[in-house]
């Protein structure tokens, strides 16, 4: 059983950056695959960013085109954290940004992810 706690979230201008947090609860963090999505009202929950070790000593990485050279997302597996860098934000960025997380290998399909955290809200002003 896996946990997981956003944070950072908040309200932003355009061209900002943000920070998110995820923390993780449970055994063997290290062996998920991390994704993030993010909905925005009215909408699908959509893909943004994925994160899984690639054995022996690298990181496997997804993002969707919409947030590819914007977003960076990381892992400190010591801290049982990921996070969502987001630089040069737009509006159309704002949404609920969920944590999510997985055995195995990263997907883009919500569907494929077991854990959810509770969502942290993030708002771009124009």
């Known amino acids: 059983q896996v946990q997981l706690v956003e944070s950072g979230g908040g309200l932003v201008q355009a061209g900002g950056s943000l920070r998110l947090s995820c923390a993780a609860s449970g055994r063997s963090f290290s062996s998920y695959a991390m994704g993030w999505f993010r909905q925005a009202p009215g909408k699908e929950r959509e893909f943004a960013a994925a994160?899984?070790?690639?054995?022996?000593?690298?990181?496997?990485?997804d993002y969707a085109d919409s947030v590819k050279g914007r977003f960076t997302i990381s892992r400190d597996n010591a801290k049982n954290t990921v996070y969502l860098q987001m630089n040069s934000l737009k509006p159309e960025d704002t949404a609920v940004y969920y944590c999510a997380a997985r055995r195995g290998a990263t997907a883009r399909g919500a569907d494929n992810y077991d854990y959810w955290g509770q969502g942290t809200q993030v708002t771009v002003s124009s």
């Open positions: 994160i899984m070790w690639d054995y022996p000593s690298t990181y496997y990485i």
